[in-house]
């Protein structure tokens, strides 16, 4: 029977977990420690008596906790975990597939499915020119595999432009564009992003290109994240008497309070649906002034009025 058990659980070792082959001077403890196992789970899944050099051991990637509710089955259970009913039976000591209300079942759970299930959230990475895989997959924690994993590529290759799903917490991006002596910086990696731009009566709508990063005009303090309608996500950025207003963001990098330096990042545009292209808004006030933006970038020609 022991022997049953461990060929049932090597032959599925990809479902939810891996093959450790013993070294030299390991112990169960060490081992549990490498891998956060409970030493009794891995006595119990290996039958292991006598720890030796070279032995085979089946080390799950997460076992997790889960409490039966009403009118649930074994089946049923493990169709939700995408576990077969034999494996569960195994971890919890069952003689059959009886359950009952209440019960609390071990379930062995792989690493990206505990991922993505501690990270419901997700958000979207917008690649940008000369961005890998490996780059992005380090900025954000996560590996290659899940990556294409999420977003169902088969292969590394990327495009500028193109929309990548993250699961978990964006983490705040502090890449810096390089910036001058000017007291302003234009809040795009390029002048050349900019395709066109219509002037409203306090501030300017920028149509670009493509998708892009959006950087920290000014030296400031993050004022006010949110939403407004008819602009999408917002920041407020206070610089001294100075404010500046970005708008029809579509992910938001920063947090209220925080000091940004001129060139951070502060979010990112994408496609609008209803302005049917790629924009930002942006105003800069001077206390309950609108200024025209070829009063504050040196490039006047670049916003002279139309």
Same mark, same amino acid.
């Given at each position: 029977?022991? /022997?049953? !058990? &461990?060929?049932? *659980?090597?032959?599925?070792?990809?479902?939810? +977990?891996?093959?450790? =082959?013993?070294?030299?001077? %390991?112990?169960?403890?060490?081992?549990?420690?490498?891998?956060?196992?409970?030493?009794?789970?891995?006595?119990?899944?290996?039958?292991?008596?006598?720890?030796?050099?070279?032995?085979?051991?089946?080390?799950?990637?997460?076992?997790?906790?889960?409490?039966?509710?009403?009118?649930?089955?074994?089946?049923?259970?493990?169709?939700?975990?995408?576990?077969?009913?034999?494996? /569960?039976? !195994? &971890?919890?000591? *069952?003689?059959?597939?009886?359950?009952?209300? +209440?019960?609390?079942? =071990?379930?062995?759970?792989? %690493?990206?499915?505990?991922?993505?299930?501690?990270?419901?959230?997700?958000?979207?990475?917008?690649?940008?020119?000369?961005?890998?895989?490996?780059?992005?997959?380090?900025?954000?924690?996560?590996?290659?595999?899940?990556?294409?994993?999420?977003?169902?590529?088969?292969?590394?290759?990327?495009?500028?432009?193109?929309?990548?799903?993250?699961?978990?917490?964006?983490?705040?991006?502090?890449?810096?564009?390089?910036?001058?002596?000017?007291?302003?910086?234009?809040?795009?990696?390029?002048?050349?992003?900019?395709? %066109?731009?219509?002037?409203?009566?306090?501030?300017?709508?920028?149509?670009?290109?493509?998708?892009?990063?959006?950087?920290?005009?000014?030296?400031?303090?993050?004022?006010?994240?949110?939403?407004?309608?008819?602009?999408?996500?917002?920041?407020?950025?206070?610089?001294?008497?100075?404010?500046?207003?970005?708008?029809?963001?579509?992910?938001?990098?920063?947090?209220?309070?925080?000091?940004?330096?001129?060139?951070?990042?502060?979010?990112?545009?994408?496609?609008?649906?209803?302005?049917?292209?790629?924009?930002?808004?942006?105003?800069?006030?001077?206390?309950?002034?609108?200024?025209?933006?070829?009063?504050?970038?040196?490039?006047?020609?670049?916003?002279?009025?139309?």
């Amino acid at each position: 029977m022991c /022997l049953f !058990i &461990l060929i049932l *659980l090597f032959s599925s070792t990809e479902l939810f +977990g891996i093959q450790y =082959k013993v070294k030299e001077n %390991d112990t169960l403890w060490s081992i549990s420690k490498r891998f956060g196992v409970n030493v009794e789970l891995i006595e119990k899944l290996n039958e292991v008596v006598v720890l030796k050099s070279g032995q085979i051991l089946f080390i799950p990637d997460n076992i997790e906790e889960y409490k039966v509710l009403a009118g649930e089955s074994l089946i049923g259970i493990s169709k939700k975990f995408n576990v077969e009913v034999r494996y /569960l039976i !195994i &971890l919890n000591n *069952l003689k059959d597939e009886k359950i009952y209300e +209440g019960q609390i079942l =071990k379930i062995p759970v792989s %690493d990206n499915i505990a991922e993505e299930k501690k990270n419901k959230e997700y958000f979207f990475h917008i690649v940008e020119k000369g961005e890998t895989l490996y780059s992005i997959a380090k900025n954000y924690g996560v590996s290659i595999e899940n990556i294409l994993k999420w977003n169902d590529k088969r292969s590394q290759n990327l495009f500028v432009g193109e929309k990548l799903k993250i699961y978990g917490e964006r983490k705040l991006q502090r890449e810096k564009i390089a910036v001058d002596n000017s007291p302003w910086q234009l809040p795009l990696k390029s002048r050349g992003l900019l395709e %066109d731009y219509t002037k409203n009566k306090r501030g300017y709508v920028f149509y670009l290109k493509e998708s892009s990063a959006i950087y920290c005009a000014k030296d400031g303090i993050v004022e006010y994240v949110g939403h407004i309608n008819g602009y999408d996500k917002v920041v407020i950025i206070r610089s001294g008497e100075y404010k500046v207003v970005y708008g029809y963001l579509n992910e938001v990098y920063v947090k209220k309070g925080e000091n940004l330096k001129k060139g951070d990042s502060i979010g990112m545009v994408d496609y609008h649906s209803f302005l049917g292209k790629v924009a930002l808004y942006i105003e800069i006030r001077k206390g309950k002034k609108s200024l025209e933006l070829n009063e504050i970038f040196e490039d006047n020609n670049l916003f002279a009025r139309k």
